[in-house]
Structures are given as C-alpha cells and as structure tokens.
C-alpha cells in the first residue's frame, strides 16, 4: 500500500491528477442526471432538465469570471494581484446579486415560459446565485496559480453535496421533485466554495490598476464575457427553445438525448480548464504554443470520434443502460446529436486557445454561429430530428471557419519567420 502512495505521489503529475479528479466530477455530474431521469421519468425530468440547463447557463456566464482572474493570476503578482483578487471579488458579488434579484423577480415568467410545475424552484435557484460567483472566482485563483489539488477539491464538495443531499431528500421529502432539486443545487454551491481563500477577500479594500493593465483585464474580460455568452447558446438554446416549443414528455426525451451526447464537452472541459493558464505561461516566457493546441485536438478528437461510433453502433444498448426503456424512441438521434457536440468541442478548443493569445476573431466567429443555432431552431423544429439536424448544420459550420482562420494565421506566421530567416 505504502509503494502504491509512493508511486501516486511520484509518478502522477498534477495535470494527470487534476484531469482524474475532473473526470470523477464529471462522472458524479453525470451519474446525477442519469438517476434524476431513471427516477422521476421523461415529464419530470422535463422539469428537472431546466434546472440543469440553468446551472450550465450560470456556470458559463460565472466561468467569465473565472477565467480572467485564472489568466491575471498568473500576469499579475504580489500587491497588484492581491489588489485584482479584491476588486474581482466585489465585481462578481455584485453580478451575482444583480443576477439573484432578476431571477427572483421573474420567477413566475419563467414558470409561464418553460412551462415547469413551480416557480419556487427559480426562487430557490437565484438566492444562491451569489455564492456560485464566489465560487468561481477562487475558483480561477486556484487554476491560474496552478494549485490544482485545491481546484479539484472544490469541484468535487460541489459535486458530491449535490449528489448526496438531492438524492436524500428525495428518499426521505414527499414533495415536489423540482423544489427538492433546487435545494440540493443550492447548498451545493455553497459546499462548492471549499477550500476559500480568505486571503484575498476583502470587500472594503480600494485598488485601482494602472492605465495599462486596467484596459488590459477590461478588453479581456469583455471578450470572455461574449464568448461564454456564446458558450451558453451553442451549449443550451436547443434544450430551452425544446422546452418551449414541445411538450413535457418529448421536451423529457430530447433533454436525455443531450444529456448523453453532450459527453464529449464535458470531457473537453478538463483539457480547456489546463489550456488557458498553460498558454499564457507559454507566451509569458516567449515559448512555441502551437503543440499544446495541436495535442489537446488531437485527444478531442480521438474522443469524439469514440463516443460517435459507439452511438451509431449501440444506441438503444446505451440508451436502455442510462436511462432505460422510456427513452428509446430517440435512440435514432444519439449518433447524430454526439457529432453536433463533437464537432463544437474541437472548435471550442481553438477559440479557447486563441482567446489566451488575446485573438478574438474566433470568439466573435462562435458567437454568429451560435445565433444562426438559435434562428434555425426556431426556424425549423416540426421535429426533435430536425432541431439536430439544424445543430449539426451550425456546427459543421463553425469548425469550417474555425479551421479556415487558424490556416490563415499559420500560414501567415510562416511567412513572417520565413521573411525573418532571410534578411
């Protein structure tokens, strides 16, 4: 046992670590929504799906957050970084707060719009929306800073107290599926906040950047916050606009079919949260970054060429396995959704990586592809087949011009070095 400790601590770097923790919170993700659809059934989980949906939305506008101070903790040090953390701080409390309040406020529109059985749910759901913006922003301390151990920690007490106390509660309360859901994701955000650094929060402490650095975070976080807006489109229109448009038993079914094809995104989430700080490190010390790009692509797609096949080949196996029979008549569809999302996960990654160079036409590419996402479901959804089909168009899309300007910027630095070489 002590060899087997002894191997672990030195034969398994960090990044190796972090990406096993990911993995297993992933996984506990996944398990969670898999029992929720066993349990409560297509209708139910209908309802349960928005709440889910919701969560996703909020982490990607939270992941804004996150993100720049993951990329400023690794720019900026000593004072000026204690000073950053406090003012990102106080902004994110203030977002989350402002966020809380809209949420509560239209609690009963959005019961209306979404068709869900209570508006509590959405009560419930924004009082803790302050929290989960704290939560990120230690969150990005940790991974800009590279104390991966104390980032997994934080992803796992959120993921495990959700799982747990929802399922709980769930055994033990006679009531409403969606209020009991609420609650676990609640006090899940709240757990999530472990371990916090209570070094660099200090709500009263004035700091105010140079001329320099404050346009520097000011342009980067303007542009993290159009792409996560992006992210939230591409990655939750369809399931809402489904929602609205259908009834609950197929709005149910379509939002297990995303569930299981979304997979690959979630995988490509773990090589995205390693890319951003190790790109700016790179660029900080003056080092090629093309290869990491070039590796984490190739795992992306050898991932996702996996999960397509074995959808095309297996999909009522896979099906009857995760959610069970109830939700067979989609199997049709499994192959086809994965692909949309594996496709997206591939040309996530090069926006992600451009995004750390300080390149933002492929983050304003993501956001056009992702309103023509949204225009054709509106356009086109007789059927579940055809929102998909429309996905999979957007998609392929996506990459298209993705692929075509990373070319372009290659070709013309190969140039420039070529150039150089001469003279």
Request: glycine share 4%; hydrophobic share 55%.
């Amino acid at each position: 046992m002590q060899a087997l400790i002894r191997f672990v601590k030195k034969g398994i770097k960090p990044e190796q670590l972090f990406m096993l923790s990911v993995l297993l919170v992933n996984g506990g993700n996944y398990l969670y929504n898999l029992v929720l659809g066993r349990i409560l059934g297509p209708e139910k989980f209908a309802d349960a799906a928005i709440l889910i949906t919701f969560l996703l939305v909020l982490s990607f506008v939270a992941m804004t957050f996150q993100l720049v101070t993951a990329k400023f903790s690794v720019l900026f040090e000593d004072s000026v970084f204690s000073g950053f953390i406090s003012k990102i701080y106080k902004n994110a409390l203030f977002t989350g707060v402002f966020l809380a309040i809209l949420i509560v406020v239209f609690s009963l529109q959005l019961q209306s719009f979404f068709r869900t059985t209570s508006s509590t749910m959405f009560v419930i759901f924004g009082i803790g929306v302050p929290f989960y913006f704290l939560m990120s922003v230690n969150r990005g301390v940790f991974q800009g800073k590279q104390e991966l151990k104390s980032l997994s920690i934080t992803y796992q007490s959120e993921m495990i107290s959700r799982l747990l106390l929802t399922f709980t509660l769930l055994y033990l309360l006679d009531i409403d599926s969606s209020l009991i859901i609420a609650i676990g994701i609640f006090f899940s955000f709240i757990f999530g906040l472990l371990p916090f650094r209570t070094s660099n929060f200090y709500l009263s402490k004035k700091f105010v950047l140079d001329t320099a650095n404050k346009k520097l975070v000011k342009n980067f976080f303007i542009i993290t916050a159009f792409y996560e807006l992006t992210q939230i489109i591409i990655n939750n229109s369809d399931i809402l606009l489904v929602k609205h448009y259908f009834e609950s038993y197929e709005a149910g079914l379509y939002a297990s079919l995303a569930l299981i094809g979304r997979v690959v995104y979630f995988i490509a989430w773990m090589f995205v949260m390693l890319l951003l700080p190790t790109v700016v490190q790179l660029k900080k010390e003056g080092k090629d970054t093309l290869p990491i790009l070039l590796k984490y692509v190739a795992y992306i797609a050898v991932i996702a060429a996996t999960i397509v096949v074995s959808c095309f080949f297996f999909p009522d196996e896979i099906i009857k396995i995760l959610f069970g029979s109830e939700y067979l008549s989609i199997s049709n569809l499994l192959w086809k959704y994965a692909s949309a999302t594996g496709i997206f996960a591939i040309s996530n990654i090069f926006a992600y990586y451009y995004l750390s160079l300080d390149k933002y036409v492929p983050v304003v590419l993501s956001g056009i592809f992702g309103m023509l996402q949204i225009v054709l479901v509106v356009l086109f959804h007789d059927s579940l087949e055809q929102v998909v089909h429309v996905q999979i168009i957007a998609m392929v899309l996506l990459l298209f011009v993705q692929l075509s300007f990373f070319f372009f910027k290659d070709s013309v630095k190969s140039k420039k070095i070529e150039e150089i070489t001469k003279e």
